[in-house]
T-cell receptor, first 114, second 114 residues
């Protein structure tokens, strides 16, 4: 059973508007969450992360929100740019002995239309 | 700025053949990882090495072996390739396995098994 779910396989947004990518998780032991961005024929690159003790983390145009009670997080990109077009993966990790293992969602393909 | 380098980038094998995928990082990271990504799926951890001299199984280790040759290099071996192992393989590294240590990925090896 999928522990990290990205239910939207794709998303299209106009340049300059906000992109919102969603992620849900089921494992209550997850306490750190990361977003990775992936271009075709390249490896994923780290984008932004958030600890479960926070509900928001911001880095430039990228903001991640965490709602622990709903087991839901979202990535906001404002304003969206054509170079943001990529596949975005949500990943989660638990503390302690299992902290080496990232659990990834299936990804959401974002297309930013000029 | 090489980061994580994987060789080869592409490979076609016949069922039953063996092969070793190579990975090297130049960031002096302690921890290294091997993932596979199947179409429409997230990345799944095959094996990881928390530090030089140690290796541990991830989510999908069956059919694979790994060697942490030294601090820089971590190889993945398929002893008898099967069509189910057709995938894109990503190597990654991080300072430690701590949840706040983002993993840095190579560009992948695309492996097809006929």
């Amino acid at each position: 059973d999928q522990q990290v779910k990205q239910n939207s396989p794709s998303l299209s947004v106009q340049e300059g508007r906000i992109s919102i990518l969603n992620c849900d998780y089921t494992n209550s032991m997850f306490d750190y969450f990361l977003w990775y961005k992936k271009y075709p024929a390249e490896g994923p690159t780290f984008l932004i992360s958030i600890s479960s003790i926070k509900d928001k983390n911001e880095d430039g145009r990228f903001t991640v929100f965490l709602n622990k009670s709903a087991k839901h997080l979202s990535l906001h990109i404002v304003p969206s740019q054509p170079g943001d077009s990529a596949v975005y993966f949500c990943a989660a990790v638990g503390s302690g002995a299992g902290s080496y293992q990232l659990t990834f969602g299936k990804g959401t393909k974002l297309s930013v239309i000029p | 700025n090489a980061g994580v380098t994987q060789t080869p980038k592409f490979q076609v094998l016949k069922t039953g053949q063996s092969m070793t995928l190579q990975c090297a990082q130049d960031m002096n990271h302690n921890s290294m990882y091997w993932y596979r990504q199947d179409p429409g799926m997230g990345l799944r951890l095959i094996y990881y090495s928390a530090s030089e001299g140690t290796t541990d199984k991830g989510e999908v280790p069956n059919g694979y072996n790994v060697s942490r040759l030294n601090k820089r290099e971590f190889s993945l071996r398929l002893e008898s390739a099967a069509p189910s192992q057709t995938s894109v393989y990503f190597c990654a590294s991080s300072w430690t396995g701590g949840e706040d240590q983002p993993q840095h990925f190579g560009d992948g090896t695309r492996l097809s098994i006929l």
